[in-house]
């Protein structure tokens, strides 16, 4: 199969594994002549170009890549959202929350990331490895953003959280290490690279580059302790 | 559907779909009439009432969030180990903590949170995200508990664990940020609030807070190394 | 059941769930002959003899503990990569890679650690909780390691990633705690202990304890903020 048939076909299994059958076979037909598809191109392209690991091939990535499903459920639960107001089949906003959660449940288990389907995403998104990442409601992120396993983009407090906007802006280009976290409604700049491990509570200004300083205390020899 | 059957419904299929087939249609018929159901309403609600990216909706946490299945297996796994001295069905408590353990991996697969079943935990426990969370076999949570994604109460031996008690003690309304560590057999005062990536590993008195002051380097613009 | 024979199972259902059924099968049959079945014995025992919390019951570690499968699937995956000079089944190596992978997406999909097919790995090899746990493509691995939930293995860069050795050479009989990353092609000694979320960018000289010194503030009482 081509890489775009397969990218067809994970796009349409979104739909028909998460949803109850007959709003399934509706959507899975609407999605086909939608811009999911190209969004989904751009994001598989995207990986394949990035990560050396998987031989540079999106077929590897479309096939066997989880962290992949992440965004790719992610672009239908976000076109899910959009939905209601044009069509019948979707009764209300309560609804297309409840299916496009349920998209991103399975996105999830698929991925073990978690990303809210009202976040905004940019092209050619990708998530490495995928483990832990989350990308929280009010998120709004730039194009060509990478970002590797276990970042979380989330807001400072924890709960009594209101609805307004309360997690990070992400400019372009902008590379995240491994578990970084980026708390609150701040803004990293564009072409920005924020290494491990950095937590991040104030705004990033362009171009930056921001690393974790931390101490260690090596004890040489190690004496196994009674 | 009302959330209440979709509780029970859930609570049936934690025992049924991770249980052999005769033990499971045994215990899928017990646990209805057992506390599991109130509990596991308790703590939807709680999700519910905490967690406004879900349009505060329990239906939506019960069908749609994936950690809120960490906490229902972790209640029927509990449940399923306390059985042993007046159900003739299982043998003996080496087989109840292998079917708890076998209810705790479903739970794990679901949510991605891996919480031992012998832990101790009190009502109302909400676990938001819950990639990585792992609650060691000797806890003791109070009630009205929440914690962010990856929250890990452990041990601070690795291996040449013993079995006594090794994990933490955790008091009531506690709110833990994402990442946070606790190790140890110590104890977090009531009312407190550990901040995000803190790590702990000494007491914390009640009604704390606790924040972690990390140190980074800002270099700016960033040139792209040769 | 035996130990053994639920092995033996589980390793060929990693190849048959995993694969295309006619490459599936065939490889199922070879592989109860070749050197994974004595692999994953081992690794198995290992898990026994070091986690309390499951009775320490070989049965238990291999129905039950999701972690294990990581180790199990990456044992079914790197056997795979190594197949197609003499298997005419697998046509050629970018086929095998893709098996490969596919075997690994299985195992992340079942463990939530995603463990590269290239990478070398010692006997006895431990993941205890193993949510986040990343090994890299180019990892060489002692025997009778053990790592807690969330250690990382990964490179230094980001993405300009080159194909070369960028992993790191851990040593035997190494420990390291919950959430630790070690990045680049660094080299950890033998016999070292590195405690829980410390980040390693340098060598580490056998016997080597490295303990993690973080930064906290304690304001007490906490007084709910406006």
């Known amino acids: 199969m081509t890489v775009s048939s397969l990218l067809e076909s994970a796009v349409q299994d979104a739909v028909l594994e998460s ?7 509706i959507l899975a037909e609407q999605i086909r002549s939608s811009s999911v598809l190209d969004e989904v191109a751009a994001d598989a392209q995207a990986y394949a170009d ?3 690991a998987c031989g540079h091939d999106a077929r590897n990535i479309v096939v066997a890549i989880t962290s992949f499903q992440a965004v790719l459920h992610y672009r239908v639960a976000h076109w899910v959202l959009g939905l209601p107001e044009t069509h019948p089949e979707i009764a209300s906003a309560r609804d297309a ?12 288990l ?12 940019g092209s050619s998104f990708v998530i490495d490895h995928g483990i832990g990442n989350v990308i929280g409601e009010t998120c709004q992120i730039g194009d060509n953003v ?3 396993g276990g970042v979380i983009f989330g807001s400072s407090r924890i ?23 980026v708390y609150g409604n701040i803004t990293i700049g564009s072409d920005s690279f924020i290494g491990a491990r950095c937590t991040v509570t ?3 200004s362009p171009s930056s580059k921001v690393v974790l300083i931390s101490e260690q205390q090596v ?3 190690y004496e196994l302790e009674a």
């Open 50 to 52: 990035r990560d050396p």
């Open 219 to 221: 004890t040489r020899p």
């Open 159 to 181: 709960f009594g959280n209101q609805t307004n906007k309360r997690h990070p802006t992400i400019g372009d280009n902008v590379q995240f290490g491994g578990m970084v976290g």
């Open 202 to 204: 104030r705004d990033v």
């Open 19 to 25: 949803l109850p059958r007959d709003i399934g076979h």
């Open 110 to 121: 698929l991925s073990h990331s978690d990303i809210h389907p009202k976040a905004v995403i």
């Open 97 to 108: 929350l409840l299916f496009a959660l349920m998209i991103t449940s399975r996105g999830k």
């Open 146 to 148: 990478y970002c590797n």
